[in-house]
């Protein structure tokens, strides 16, 4: 079991910047590939970033590249978001999972699967 812990989130408006932290236990966190998603009112969870094991290669969604960077602290069991230029459309809860697989295949919310791991969700909102 990998257990996920979001921090970070809170209230900002439009331009503004949070960083959003994901602290692992329970298992060999450099093991996992690590992501967030994030989910809006209404709207279904979508992929946000990925990082590989290592830290060496990281995927975005169109909607957030150029203004968001992932990374990673293996030493310290700990996946970080760092959001800039923040939107209103930026509002949601967000999640970070954990996968087994490659770093390249955790870009879709359907090739999430049960041996999956996800935290609870801190919620991000930014005010126009």
């Known amino acids: 079991q990998v257990q996920l812990v979001e921090s970070g989130g809170g209230l900002v408006q439009a331009g503004g910047s949070l960083r959003l932290s994901c602290a692992a236990s329970?298992?060999?966190?450099?093991?996992?590939?690590m992501g967030w998603f994030r989910q809006a009112p209404g709207k279904e969870r979508a992929f946000v970033a990925a990082?590989?094991?290592?830290?060496?290669?990281?995927y975005f969604a169109d909607s957030v590249k150029g203004r968001f960077t992932i990374s990673r602290d293996n030493a310290k069991n700990t996946m970080y978001l760092q959001m800039d230029s923040l939107r209103p459309e930026d509002t949601a809860v967000y999640y970070c999972?954990?996968?087994?697989?490659?770093?390249?295949?955790?870009?879709?919310?359907?090739?999430?699967?049960?041996?999956?791991?996800w935290g609870q969700g801190t919620q991000v909102t930014v005010s126009s």
């Open positions: 990082i590989s094991r290592s830290g060496s290669f990281t």
């Open positions: 999972a954990a996968s087994l697989k490659l770093a390249s295949r955790m870009t879709t919310t359907q090739a999430m699967g049960p041996d999956d791991y």
């Open positions: 329970g298992r060999t966190f450099s093991n996992y590939a």
